[in-house]
């Protein structure tokens, strides 16, 4: 009896041995492997792995103002094209509402962002103007949920071009106020301005602009704290970005309560009236010192 017991503790002892042998003999996670590892669980908290990209204008709708040198359909298509194939290389899924130089009616970018559910909508245009002093990018959103993405891309952008920062702005626009999907429109510049018309020219520059764009939608940081009107640029530093729900930045920029066209016209009548009301009072009141002052005068002569 004791010497079956002295096999079992040796069998025992045997298996407890050969399973630490064999636990530290299997291969730790490399930090390649870690780093697979985080970049998939960034990948899962991702907004949405689906981007609808929608070039601005196309076909017979040039964009810009009468008689502008350069087309926004052309740029705008050009940009979104780039912008496609990096976020096709960073493992998005991608929807364009156009691919080539034909004419989108708005309902229907409205509809082809509708029907791919639990997408982002990214609109991009070019901004013009009929002063060829203003210039900068700008960037717009509607929906709540989309704050803290176009803060993402607004800040990349501004860091990646020379141009003003001219803020974000929440406007109802129809292809951000009909969407279903967080939406955001990105004004790259003004095409009217000679310095940014001349830098959308060039093929560089658009796929920067798009590089950027891709990174705001990935939730990079931003380089920010540049001098972007200057010719020397000093050393930039990172921005973290923000989560997708929730945003607050001094980028955004307040707008005051927009009036009713007809309560304005009432206003601007009444405030008419008031001051012409003001102007004969006051002609009554100098009409009627001037004839005391004339009254007063031959009585004194009289005198």
Known sequence: MPQRFYHLDFVITWLSVAGLACALASPRPS???QSKSREASAQTSRPSTLVV?????????RGGIPRQRIAEKDMTLDVALRLRKKLLAAGYRVVMTRDSDVFVPLPGRVAIANFNRNAIFICIHFNSATRTGANGVETYYYRRDAMALAANIHRNVIAGAPSENRGIRRRGYYVLRKT???GVLVECGF???PAEGQLALTSDYRDKLAEEITRGILGKPALVARAPASRYYPPATEAEAQPFNSYVGT??????PERSTARHRKSSKGARSKKSSNHRTAQKTKSGGSATVKRSTSEKSED
């Open 31 to 33: 930090s390649a492997a």
């Open 53 to 61: 990209i929608d070039a601005g204008h196309g076909g017979f709708d």
């Open 180 to 182: 279903t999907s967080p």
């Open 191 to 193: 095409l009217t301005n």
């Open 251 to 256: 980028d955004f920029i307040k707008v005051p």
